[in-house]
């Protein structure tokens, strides 16, 4: 029956279908109308009073669902760091923790059975309704009769009731002592967040409800997003002055602010360049290429090393110790001081990072409270060389040397000693590749003809690192900078990089990778739980099955009695603190289940053509990242140019 | 009779067969891979800062699992997962989790078919009528221009002929926005402002797709028709006084076409994976990202989802490529 259409009839059928295939997705556009959004076309905000950021997390994929209470919501969009408000939030910027919803610290009671917050009066939700007691207890008890709801385990095991003592006092109970319960609402990029009752009690199931409009305590309230999740545009509450921020630090200055979706670093920077985009967070090479080009543009410095240098993590090296050889602390050891930490650097992040010798960054509270404080400890810390001999690894040196190097190729930045601590640290250890070598035949390790080193059983010592795939990542910065050092030193080290690092290092399969040496510390107060906690011996998981602490999988009976000692001392006394996270940091080096090099290193690029009085290095009046949950804080500092 | 019972079922058997055969696959990849959606999610929670007790870890693992489908024995799974399929439900999106698969596939599908269509079809149509004429006319001056920016233009990796275009209409002459499906603060409408605004920002992507397909088609085009000129029954045609139109028109190009059907047919198959380095250079919206973020967060509903259109969308062009090929190439008979 084929013969019976022409070739004619068949191409006008062609073209018809074509023609329905592509008017198709215009047709379904139009029936893709999206709630809770005002008629709005190209040009509706204001650009002088619009502030235009990128969504760190990419494009969302569910836009019009706001509930972040239920699994990853891409809340960078907008929802933690613009009309959100935690209970608390952390500020590593100026190392403190900045009361939000509540209005001083928690107390405990002296067996950390009972937990007491204060909450802020004259607070209002975006909506009117007054924030009070009555809400921090719904949303402790919605989220543990719910196990759809994200910190529903965490609440489940750890509290027993939670009381409206009166509007602005919650009393939780706990099944069990813990002196650490308040920072499962401390935001660090995340916490367990407040729920509107009066919103959320009206839904059947909160696990399905979208929660759109968003309604929050922040400064801002929700104006529109894109049905495809490329941009979320806020606008400022007329009642901003009920929003912690306002009542903290006053009127937020852009009227909208738009959360945009780059896919790439290219769009970023010519967008910028256009002054489309007044925040840019970028890799190297692009914050150079963007600072070159642009004449409005800045960088979190002024000077060299232009990078925000003060993101509350530590990079570095990271070993597998249930992995022979690195179950053994000597060759850990040998292997630090193979390394040559002024090339390492300058491989790495273009000597623009900062040095840390312990497991915490040296940033926000921690040089005046740790870094500083261990500098007599670390001068005098010795290992064990092998016949007798001991060796001090610590060179308080290393940070003027990197600086020398920098300046060296040309990079100007102020001599003061000051400047020099703040952005090349402390000190770090020295390069002894002759210790190394005693270290490792000390432990039975030989070189071979040609100087390249053979494990004790003779066969060649072959390193593999892994690290994610992204270049511009710090794992996989440090993984170049070690492998090319390893190589020096005479150790077939290889670079491996795999989409599916997190999966293999979480199972243990690896030698050594590029994730944080250490767990990355709140950023604020004096407080290292959070660190010294994931090498609790109690998380360790044999090889093959997903660990729950370090990926180091690293542990010591001493560490978990530091670890217990600092479960039963009162966070917020600082004193006691502080003496026992400097024993635990101490443990952490005499043991060196991973080595510590430098701070996270961020590039940020502030176009100042619409705005200025950004939170730069020489005005750092809080952190500097638009996707970090206290950016809200800043926005009554910016200030508006009208665009001239 | 004999057509149906001699090539059409044991064809539609073999389709039926093939897209079985490639959705068991798809839901047997992911699992093999070393990337488990479960401990993404709790790698997830521990990154943003939650501090998990080892047996609070071990409770959100039992839930997670049980809400993701994830329970019981892969034969168990593979039951439940055609349950699904026959009622066309992909279940829930891991990692947007409530998100259903189908609902985040049709957010992001017109723009991809949008776009993959009309370029397709445009560099498809352009490249071959004017690969056809240089080809036939192969010694003019505009033909061996057409070949030399032919030449230049193919060898070029996607990526840096993308960035080009965006360089130059975006940035120097400002003629096209950067990025985007559409612009800030537009809200979908059938209205001409919205479609206007929509074009704007798929010309570039469109722009990049159509210069680089039209030129592939353009060479390959230029090549057939150079053969077929050369076949004996073109020349008898010549000598024997036909005019060029016909023999440019029905002889040359009508018979150098029928590959390039079967490219066209494959082409649109495809369209349904997506294209994801025009969405990353161009920040336009579809299926290319989604499967992208899919597979590196072990989304397995939402990676089978999308293969599986893919899978349906090749196989089904195929198929009806072989059962229209006698009405473009009068040769073939299924008698």
Redesign the interface.
């Known amino acids: 029956?084929?013969?019976e259409?022409s070739?004619r009839d068949?191409m006008k059928l062609l073209a018809a279908g074509?023609s329905g295939?592509?008017l198709?997705?215009?047709?379904?556009?139009?029936g893709?109308?999206?709630e809770a959004?005002d008629?709005?076309?190209?040009?509706?905000?204001p650009r002088e009073q619009t502030l235009?950021a990128r969504i760190l997390t990419?494009?969302v994929?569910?836009p019009d669902?706001f509930n972040e209470w239920?699994?990853?919501?891409n809340r960078d969009r907008g929802m933690q760091n613009l009309a959100n408000e935690p209970l608390w939030s952390v500020d590593f910027a100026t190392g403190e923790i900045v009361n939000g919803l509540a209005s001083g610290d928690p107390t405990y009671s002296e067996d950390f059975m009972t937990v007491t917050i204060p909450l802020r009066e004259g607070v209002a939700w975006s909506d009117g309704e007054p924030f009070t007691a009555a809400d921090v207890v719904y949303t402790i008890e919605t989220l543990i009769a719910f196990?759809?709801l994200?910190?529903?385990?965490?609440l489940?095991?750890n509290v027993e009731s939670a009381t409206a003592v009166d509007d602005y006092t919650v009393e939780v109970q706990l099944k069990v002592a813990n002196s650490?319960f308040h920072?499962?609402f401390?935001?660090?990029?995340?916490?367990t967040w407040i729920m509107p009752k009066h919103i959320f009690e009206q839904q059947e199931d909160p696990?399905?409800f979208t929660h759109n409009p968003f309604v929050g305590c922040g400064p801002y309230k929700l104006h529109?997003f894109?049905?495809?999740?490329?941009?979320t545009?806020w606008e400022k509450r007329e009642d901003w002055d009920k929003s912690p921020t306002g009542i903290l630090y006053g009127e937020p200055q852009p009227q909208f602010i738009?959360y945009?979706?780059?896919?790439?670093e290219?769009?970023q920077i010519?967008?910028q360049?256009?002054h489309?985009l007044d925040v840019a967070e970028l890799s190297a090479n692009g914050l150079t290429a963007l600072l070159a080009q642009s004449q409005s543009s800045r960088a979190y410095q002024p000077t060299f090393p232009f990078v925000v240098n003060n993101d509350p993590a530590i990079t570095g090296i990271c070993f597998n110790t249930a992995r022979a050889p690195f179950d053994n602390v000597d060759v850990r050891w040998a292997l630090t001081l193979a390394i040559d930490i002024v090339e390492y650097t300058s491989i790495a992040v273009d000597s623009s990072g900062t040095l840390s010798p312990v497991h915490i960054p040296h940033l926000g509270p921690y040089p005046d409270l740790y870094i500083g404080p261990m500098q007599d400890w670390l001068k005098e810390f010795t290992i064990d060389v092998g016949d007798g001999e001991t060796f001090a690894p610590y060179d308080p040196e290393a940070p003027r040397r990197v600086a020398d190097l920098a300046r060296s190729r040309g990079y100007v930045f102020p001599e003061d000693d000051e400047f020099l601590a703040k952005t090349f640290g402390l000190g770090w250890y020295k390069f002894a590749p002759e210790i190394a070598e005693k270290l490792l035949v000390k432990n039975g390790f030989s070189r071979d003809d040609n100087g390249m080193w053979l494990m004790p059983d003779g066969s060649p010592w072959k390193i593999e690192f892994n690290s994610g795939t992204v270049l511009a990542n710090h794992d996989a910065r440090n993984a170049a900078a070690a492998v090319q050092q390893w190589k020096k030193f005479g150790i077939d080290a290889t670079h491996f990089l795999t989409?599916?690092d997190?999966?293999?290092v979480?199972?243990g399969d690896f030698d050594v990778s590029g994730d944080w040496p250490g767990w990355e510390p709140w950023g604020a107060g004096p407080d290292l739980y959070?660190t010294l906690?994931q090498w609790n011996t109690?998380?360790v998981r044999p090889i093959g099955e997903?660990n729950?602490g370090h990926q180091s999988r690293w542990t010591s009976p001493e560490m978990d009695d530091i670890i217990e000692r600092l479960r039963e001392t009162d966070p917020f006394d600082t004193e006691a603190v502080v003496a026992i996270g400097i024993e635990g940091l101490k443990e952490a080096v005499k043991n060196m289940p991973g080595i510590p090099t430098y701070g996270y290193v961020g590039f940020v690029g502030w176009d100042e053509t619409y705005w200025t009085n950004w939170p730069g290095s020489e005005n750092a009046y809080t952190q500097p990242y638009t996707h970090w949950p206290n950016f809200k804080y800043a926005t009554p500092f910016l200030q508006p140019t009208g665009g001239a | 009779m004999t057509?149906v019972k001699r090539y059409l079922i044991p064809r539609l058997i073999q389709y039926f067969l093939v897209i079985w055969l490639g959705i068991t696959v798809v839901f047997l990849i992911p699992r093999l891979?070393?990337?488990?959606p479960v401990?993404?999610?709790?790698?997830?929670?521990r990154a943003?800062?939650?501090?998990?007790?080892?047996?609070?870890?071990d409770?959100?693992i039992e839930?997670l699992t049980q809400?993701y489908g994830l329970e019981g024995s892969w034969l168990e799974q593979y039951g439940d997962f055609w349950a699904r399929l026959v009622q066309g439900d992909f279940g829930v999106?891991f990692?947007?989790?409530?998100?259903r698969v189908n609902d985040?596939i049709?957010?992001?599908?017109?723009?991809t078919?949008?776009l993959l269509?009309?370029s397709t079809?445009i560099s498809w149509t352009v490249g071959n009528i004017v690969g056809g004429l240089a080809g036939y006319y192969t010694r003019r001056r505009w033909s061996r221009v057409l070949d030399s920016v032919a030449m230049v233009v193919r060898p070029l990796p996607y990526y840096v002929f993308a960035?080009i275009l965006?360089?130059l209409f975006?940035?120097v002459v400002?003629w096209f926005p950067?990025?985007?499906?559409?612009?800030?603060?537009?809200?979908?409408?059938?209205t001409w402002?919205?479609?206007k605004?929509?074009l704007w920002h798929s010309a570039l992507p469109a722009l990049s797709l159509v210069i680089l397909g039209g030129a592939i088609n353009f060479q390959v085009m230029k090549l057939l028709v150079q053969n077929v000129n050369a076949e004996s029954y073109v020349q008898y045609a010549k000598l024997g006084g036909v005019t060029e139109n016909r023999i440019v028109g029905k002889y040359i190009i009508r018979n150098a076409m029928l590959p390039q059907i079967t490219g066209l047919a494959l082409s649109f198959g495809q369209i349904f994976s997506g294209a994801i380095i025009t969405?990353?250079?161009?920040?336009y919206?579809g299926l290319g990202?989604?499967l992208f973020?899919a597979i590196?967060n072990g989304d397995y509903n939402l990676i089978m989802g999308i293969t599986i259109l893919s899978i349906i969308g090749i196989t089904t062009a195929i198929l009806i490529l072989d059962?229209?090929y006698?009405?473009?190439d009068p040769r073939v008979r299924?008698t």
């Open positions: 029956m084929a013969h259409i070739r068949l074509a295939f592509a198709g997705p215009v047709t379904f556009l139009s893709n109308s999206v959004q008629a709005a076309l190209p040009g509706t905000f235009i990419g494009r994929g569910t669902n239920v699994g990853w919501k196990d759809g994200n910190g529903h385990e965490f489940l095991e650490r920072t499962t401390l935001d660090r990029w995340g916490c696990v399905l529109s894109d049905p495809q999740g490329a941009w545009a738009i945009q979706y780059f896919a790439d290219g769009s010519l967008a360049l256009t489309q989409e599916s997190a999966d293999l979480a199972v959070r906690n109690a998380y997903r729950q | 057509f891979t070393p990337s488990d401990m993404k999610m709790v790698d997830q929670m943003r800062g939650s501090t998990l007790e080892p047996g609070a870890m409770d959100i839930d809400m999106s990692f947007q989790f409530p998100a985040l049709a957010v992001a599908l017109p723009w078919l949008g269509l009309m079809a960035f965006l360089l975006a940035y400002r950067i990025t985007g499906g559409a612009s800030l603060g537009a809200i979908p409408t059938f402002d919205y479609i605004d929509v969405e990353i250079v161009f920040g919206p990202m989604l973020r590196t059962l229209t006698p009405l473009f299924y």
